[in-house]
Structure formats: C-alpha cells, structure tokens
C-alpha cells in the first residue's frame, strides 16, 4: 500500500528501487531553503546492506504487509537464532545479523514478535524493557558532579550502558530495548 513519506517510522518495511527495505531510522530535515524531507536509514532484508534514502514529504512510498506472529525464544545454536510459533509450535531459526545488537536481550522463553513477509522471517521486535544483572560498575569519582551524573557499567549480557552512580555490581535493573538505555532499578 503506499504511504507518504513523512509517514514512515523505524521497524517498518517499504519496497525501494525493486528491494525489500527495514526502516533503522528517520529524520526529518528541514533546510533553511526549500522543502523539508525524511532521511532514511535502511536495511536491504535480503542483502544485509545498509543504504540511506530522501524523500520529499509529499512522495510516496510502497509500504509492505508485514505479518506478526507472536512467538517464544527457545534457544542459540552457533549464530542462529531459534523461535517457536506459540500458535501452531512450529520452530524456525533466524541468523544473528538478522536481529541486531538487541539479540542480546534475548533471554530463555522470552516471549516476542517475529515480523514474516511473504512468509519468511524478517525481523524480531522485543518487549519494551527487560530485567539485567549489572556484572561491573565504575566506582562514583568524588566531585565529578559538573560533567554527567551517570557512569559506565556492563550488564550480564555483556552490553555496555550508562548507569546512575548509585547502582553497584550485582544490581538488578530494567533496562529499555529500544535505546539501550537504563530506565529504573529492578523491584
């Protein structure tokens, strides 16, 4: 279905120059002469490359239907991925280039939504927030108020993120998915 182009968001899929594209990110720019336009980050789903795009706002754009099927993580194998459909208990395995950085957050049966055009996988969207463990915190350095109040940590999936510098070692935390960035201490 088309779509204007100021309607596009990140997760979506749009067809560009005969290829299926996943929207990473979108920006509008508005130059101080002329028409505002999208800047298009994307990822060609067959491929793996990324490619930018502009549009002007009024263009139009082919939007692909994108099937959701909420599924369960079960298990890697090497650097596959492998889901179990909750409906129908069919398994498929996705590669770990496929699902990004975020494959990291992916925990034993971590329910999610796997995305399916024309009945192949393309994408996994995870739940907004997860629960980790900090594994190492950087000491608080007295006095170092005036530049950030937050420091770096390592959470057990081996991602680095800032944290505040009340949070110690072996503190549990929610930890957004989207950004990859520390939201509260766990409960």
């Known amino acids: 279905m088309k779509i204007s182009a100021n309607s596009i968001r990140g997760g979506m899929v749009i067809e560009h120059e005969g290829k299926q594209w996943m929207v990473l990110k979108n920006q509008v720019v508005q130059p101080g002469k002329g028409g505002a336009f999208m800047q298009v980050e994307m990822r060609d789903i067959a491929g793996g490359n990324k490619s930018q795009a502009r549009w002007r706002t009024a263009d139009t754009v082919e939007r692909l239907e994108v099937r959701e099927l909420d599924c369960q993580y079960l298990f890697k194998d090497g650097d596959m991925y492998t889901f179990m459909d909750t409906a129908?208990?069919?398994?498929?395995?996705?590669?770990?280039?496929?699902?990004?950085?975020?494959?990291?957050?992916?925990?034993?049966?971590?329910?999610?939504?796997?995305?399916?055009?024309?009945?192949?996988?393309?994408?996994?969207?995870?739940?907004?927030?997860?629960?980790?463990?900090?594994?190492?915190?950087?000491?608080?350095?007295?006095?170092?108020?005036?530049?950030?109040?937050?420091?770096?940590?390592?959470?057990?999936?081996?991602?680095?993120?800032?944290?505040?510098?009340?949070?110690?070692?072996?503190?549990?935390?929610?930890?957004?998915?989207?950004?990859?960035?520390?939201?509260?201490?766990?409960?």
């Open 88 to 187: 129908s208990y069919e398994q498929f395995s996705l590669a770990g280039d496929l699902i990004g950085e975020k494959a990291g957050f992916l925990q034993d049966n971590m329910e999610v939504t796997v995305d399916f055009i024309e009945g192949k996988p393309v994408s996994v969207n995870l739940p907004g927030s997860v629960v980790l463990t900090v594994v190492e915190a950087d000491p608080v350095v007295k006095g170092q108020t005036a530049a950030s109040s937050y420091k770096p940590g390592v959470l057990e999936n081996g991602m680095k993120i800032l944290i505040p510098p009340f949070i110690e070692a072996g503190t549990k935390i929610v930890v957004n998915t989207e950004d990859i960035s520390y939201v509260e201490r766990a409960k």
